[in-house]
């Protein structure tokens, strides 16, 4: 089942990049617009029939102190990418911290359920493997939109690929307990943004540009460690985003 999941996802971002070689659009940085905006409402659907009401009755149902134990559960093990991708990039000041973020919590936070280390001065920080490519100078290549998995670019996919072969949930062989496994993240991240969807109808004149750009600008800042320089204009007055080669992430 994994190898086929990888096998599917590979497919995926070789047809993308055969599609983006083809294809023509306003804005250089999604070339696939029509496809991702069939992609997006897909995933809209999907959220509105079967995510969104399941995520509604796990709050409901579930005490606030056993939703963040199982929210503190899955960002332990999540800390385990981060520490992999802060090695990868060189940031073993960072890395020194999050190998203790995970220790503690695995220990005296009884498998991560409970979040010691940041009472221990041991912040959560946000690593995988699209900012480490984006790190060595590997650009994003065009916008794409996940089934299922929502909003990334060419390098952010090829990311999750390899981040998925260092994630702890998919290494179980129990295909049931995986799949719960991975169902129960998936409900309790929604669970936090049970509101989000309104808030973007509400806000956004095209909630998928809005969707877009949002997460452009959030990779990019990750990659930059929050401190982008100022974008550039190309020669067909195009705003440059690639964060490929980011200097702020050698200042360590």
């Known amino acids: 089942m994994r190898v086929i999941h990888m096998r599917w996802s590979m497919v995926i971002l070789f047809g993308a990049s055969l599609l983006a070689g083809c ?30 009401p399941v995520a509604t009755g796990y709050k409901n149902a579930v005490p606030s102190p056993v939703r963040t134990g199982v929210g503190n559960f899955f960002s332990n093990l999540n800390d385990v990418i981060v520490f992999l991708n802060d090695l990868l990039q060189l940031n073993f000041q960072q890395g020194a911290s999050d190998f203790s973020r995970v220790f503690w919590n695995s220990t005296i936070g009884v498998a991560g359920v409970f979040d010691v280390a940041t009472s221990f001065d041991l912040p959560k920080h946000d690593e995988d493997f699209g900012q480490t490519l984006g790190y060595w100078g590997v650009g994003n290549g065009p916008y794409l939109v996940l089934p299922f998995l929502g909003p990334s670019t060419v390098r952010n996919a090829v990311g999750r690929v390899v981040d998925y072969r260092a994630d702890l949930v998919y290494q179980q062989n129990d295909m049931a307990v ?22 973007l109808m509400q806000a956004a004149l095209d909630p998928y540009v809005f969707v877009r750009e949002a997460y452009l600008q959030r990779r990019r800042n990750l990659v930059y460690n929050g401190n982008p320089p100022p974008l ?3 020669a067909n007055n195009h705003t440059d985003e690639d964060d490929s080669g980011a200097p702020a992430k050698t200042l360590h």
């Not at 940085?29 to 029939?49: C, M, Q, S, T």
């Not at 991975?182 to 309104?198: E, H, M, N, T």
């Open 23 to 52: 294809a023509t659009n306003g804005d250089p940085h999604d070339p696939l617009e029509p496809l991702n905006r069939g992609i997006y409402h897909f995933n809209d659907v999907v959220d509105k029939a079967v995510v969104k």
């Open 232 to 234: 550039k204009n190309n």
């Open 178 to 199: 995986r799949n719960s496994a991975v169902f129960l993240r998936v409900i309790q991240k929604r669970s936090l943004y049970l509101g989000a969807r309104r808030t």
